[in-house]
């Protein structure tokens, strides 16, 4: 996006991001969750904080829903809209991480290119892309929020899997299927892996 503002300057503070990892007892990184609507996203994201809170990490939940109730209430869904829903988002997970903190965030987030711009906003390692994965039967046969019926009476335009295009991770970190696994399954395979990768400590609290 072209920068409009001109006269303004990047401002370093003292307290660097390797500082509050310190003090946190943990890594900073962003779960970006992406995934078909129904496949489970807003729903590991919570489950998923639950336990990384209970072991007290900083942790906090991006999710597509609630971003569009304030900071994103003037966007729509179509493509444009989509696309600048993800660039804004990414940038505010990008300070999420910067601040040490684990931030999870649950967005459909369509478009490889969108994702991969968030992506590119973070350092290397400080992103890992989550494709919460269920088939479109599955998600539909949910439809916590009757969303694929209305799609399906075109009440809905533009909506991802029926009306407009769901673009798959082709390299994501993590893939979760949720179309037969429990959510306490689930979680249990983002909390290992955040384990293994280094994020968060196997042999403490945080």
Known sequence: MEQKA???YWHEGDVKK???ERVNGHKGVCLWFTGLSGSGKSTLAVE???Q???RGARTY????????HGLNKDLGFTPDDRVENIRRIGEVSKLFVDAGMIVTTAFISPYRADRDKVRDLHEEGAFVEVHVSADLEVCEERDPKGLYKKARSGEIPNFT?????????EKAELVVVTSNATVEEST???????????????????
């Open 18 to 20: 390797s500082d509050r």
């Open 52 to 54: 990384l809170f209970e």
């Open 48 to 50: 998923v904080q639950n």
């Open 61 to 68: 939940i991006l999710d597509g829903d609630n971003i569009r």
């Open 188 to 206: 249990a395979e983002v909390i290992a892996y955040l384990e293994k990768a280094g994020y968060l400590s196997a042999s403490n609290d945080a």
């Open 6 to 8: 001109t006269n303004i």
């Open 161 to 169: 899997g029926i009306s407009a295009p769901y673009e798959a991770p």
